[in-house]
């Protein structure tokens, strides 16, 4: 039916929950201690979103690959470093407040550096990295909501 005949038909709401596309986001992250208990974190660009905030390395993870390869990629792109995958310790979900129709779902596994004696090169994502010993990580640093709340929430520093 033409809607120029038929003026009922421009007074129907206009659902926009139709029209949205809803998609997820797979986000991997590495919780990576050292043989000292120290956990590898990295502090954002002051280009990129939440500029200067102290996070675990971690990215999305691209299509058909393994929870694991994931890890392992990103872990190289953003740190310049090889690790052995060992378990899950947290997975969250969440609706994007900056991204209408988007569900993020992270994952994070402990880590243990593949070889000790690796040197951390942070990517472009990143401006500086530090070995710190998780209890002083709120009290020292401008932290990720989602750093604190593995923190909080898993067993991970039970061990």
């Known amino acids: 039916m033409n809607d120029c005949l038929n003026p009922l038909v421009n007074l129907l709401p206009r659902y926009k929950f139709m029209e949205e596309k809803l998609f997820q986001q797979v986000a991997v992250y590495g919780f990576i201690l050292n ?17 200067g905030i102290w996070e675990i390395p971690g990215g ?5 690959e393994s929870i694991a390869e994931g890890i ?3 872990m190289k792109e953003e740190c310049g470093i090889d690790v052995a995958v060992e378990r899950p ?3 969250a979900s969440y ?11 992270r994952i994070v596994y402990l880590c243990k550096l ?19 010993d998780p209890s002083k990580l ?11 709340k593995i923190l909080r929430e898993s067993d991970v520093l039970q061990m």
């Open 35 to 51: 043989d000292n208990k120290e956990l590898l974190i990295v502090q954002r660009a002051l280009n990129d979103t939440m500029p």
């Open 60 to 64: 999305g993870l691209e299509f058909s």
């Open 72 to 74: 392992k990629r990103e």
């Open 89 to 91: 310790v947290f997975a």
């Open 95 to 105: 609706a994007s407040d900056r991204v209408a129709g988007k569900q993020v779902v």
């Open 114 to 132: 593949a070889l000790q004696e690796q040197e951390v090169k942070v990517g472009s994502d990143h401006m500086a990295y530090q070995w710190i």
């Open 138 to 148: 709120a009290k020292d640093l401008q932290v990720s909501d989602f750093l604190l």
